[in-house]
């Protein structure tokens, strides 16, 4: 049965590109862009700063007459973090929007429900989300501009080397990103000389982790902890860690950047070390760093136009979006497949994410210097050197 | 022996709530016959309601009892527009519409509040008690204190009150209740507001401990249900200890076993007793009443 579904879906797709292929070669008065994103729902605090991202940058390319001479228009669905809906709004964004390009996926699982209908329909895909099966191996017409879980893993392993640190212990969310980010570290901890002692676990919903604390605690020789994971849970743990008096460093993953995390774990939070993207930095970035005017550029606008904290999760929303209309301005049209060739070719791009340099086999192009490592002082972030 | 103690700790803190909301069950159960399955979301408007109203400027005394009569309000809009007009459904439609209920608050209070997780500042302090070894939180005592104050204070009310003694003859037999006297619409409204403000208040004395948010509820809702399950559904004391020993069997779970199996091994233990003693605990077994 699910075949016989998978075949219609094929079929269905591939009619559609032709008939979107054949809607662009009519030349619309707009050029049509769209997205599914997790506005409401677990992931809400993804996809909500994302759309507002989109809309907002939208309006302002329009306001600066647009890409190529067209105005953009920008088409977007809410999954709320559902893979099945993700899955029926790319089918729909295909066949009745007949979007172009699509920047949009805010979790991992929305991502790979949406990736076979644009591969199909061969509509460049820029996704918002974490993991790094996304672009690992490559998929021709799949993008995505956050970091990865492994690069985390990496810069954090690699502040751990330079501060003597060799055994840990790692307290890991059961959710998408907290799994997949405890295999990538597992993975990389060799290539580091990073020996994991204690391995726990907590549910994304729980209240309380001072037993698995407990566990790490009492197991000899842990030199520091790392926390993947995101939403309330590293907040918990960070405050039963405090509560417990473990006095070993605590890591905490990308997943926790932004200034809610800091609310909600207090005064426990001192102390606590992540890697990040610069932009939740902006201000305190010195002012020969690259990146110093696209993020306090993003951020001022953001924060004026929402009244919101920016968080960094937006961010990848604009880095998506610019990529995009710069790939559309290099080619001119509005072939989905020159577009796609020409985000492949993205140079030197400085988005609030880092320096994006892509390639035929890399469609991600930052590097571990895209991550700063930050450490959480007086109530905010402070850049470790 | 510390590492005991620590388990023992947090089983019983997060039990305390598990417990108080399958008392909540329990009580508009056994007026009802409805398992309300909104009664996790009281916990969530007890929860949120002081994190906005504090946000707000109002003295944290002042916010706990907004919030524990807002839930209490809810409870009583929950039984006059959606149970009553419904009074002659089936137990299963009434569950169902109480699932509607659950969602159409969540969705209520991602709109009224926000969609982000909260903390409130503890009533007395960060510092651990140390017990022990054990390090405890004084908000852990303040969560247990509480259970116990709304146990005895639930004892007697059941006991000492005429108002309270209506609410039991309604839950042994609702028609000869009805033949006496008793006006069972009111008890039965009396038993969704007394359950919400159960509910309200164990999310007011958890918030510091375990955050909130507006879909903590639906979580609390399962456990507290099994909870309610493993204890005897329809019998209080049951409830109380159904959820200490699903918090306790969650935290040993964890510390002892593994971490990864922490939920499955709470609810295993709880299918093992359902299949040796079918009403639970301390249930009674069911008879059909002629």
Known sequence: MANFWNKIGRAAATSVAVLALGAAAHAADTIKIGSSLSMTGPASFLGDPEGKTLEMYVEEINANGGVNGKQLELVVYDDAADANSARTFATRLVEDDEVIAVVGGSTTGATMAMVPVFEDAGIPFISLAGAVVIIDPVKEYVFKTPHTDRMACEKIFEDMKKNDISKIGMISGTGGFGKSMRGQCMDVAGNYGIEILADETYGPKDADMTPQLTKIKGTHGIQAVVNPGFGQGPAIVTRNYRQLGIDVPLYQSHGVASKSFIDLAGEAAEGVRLPAAALLVAEKLPDDDPQKAVVTGYKTKYEETTGEPVSTFGGHAYDGLMILVEAMKRAGSEDPAAIRDEIEKTQGFIGTGGTVNMSAEDHLGLDLSAFKMLEIKDGDWTIVN | ?290
């Open chain 2, 1 to 290: 022996m510390a590492e005991f103690l620590q388990f023992c700790a947090s089983g019983l803190t997060v039990g305390a709530v598990y417990a108080l909301v399958a008392l909540g069950f329990t009580i508009i159960y056994n007026a009802s016959d409805v398992v309300n399955f909104a009664q996790g979301e009281f916990v969530m408007i007890g929860g949120m309601t002081t994190v906005f109203a504090t946000a707000a400027g109002v003295p944290l005394p002042a916010a706990v009892l907004i919030a524990i009569l807002a839930a209490m309000a809810i409870g009583l809009l929950l039984h006059r527009l959606a149970i009553e007009p419904a009074r002659g459904a089936s137990p299963v439609t009434l569950i169902i519409i109480t699932i509607g209920a659950s969602i159409f608050l969540r969705g209520l209070a991602q709109i009224v509040f926000d969609k982000q997780f909260h903390s409130l500042p503890s009533f007395s302090g960060d510092t651990p008690i140390n017990i022990g070894g054990a390090l405890v939180l004084p908000q852990s005592f303040w969560v247990l204190g509480g259970a116990l104050v709304i146990v005895i204070a639930l004892w007697a009310f059941f006991n000492r009150t005429v108002i309270g003694k209506a609410v039991l003859a309604t839950a042994a037999n609702r028609l000869a209740a009805r033949l006496v006297g008793i006006n069972t619409s009111f008890v039965i409204g009396l038993s969704f507001v007394l359950s919400a403000a159960i509910g309200a208040i164990a999310g007011i004395l958890v918030t510091p401990i375990t955050l909130t948010s507006y879909d903590i509820g639906t979580l609390l809702a399962l456990k507290g249900f099994a909870a309610a399950m493993l204890g005897g559904m329809g019998n209080p004391i049951g409830a109380i200890i159904g959820g200490l020993l699903v918090g306790l069997l969650e935290a040993f779970g964890a510390g002892y076993i593994s971490s990864t199996y922490k939920d499955a091994m709470a609810f295993i233990v709880i299918l093992a007793v359902l299949f040796v003693m079918p009403c639970g605990l301390l249930g009674r077994a069911s008879v059909e009443r002629v």
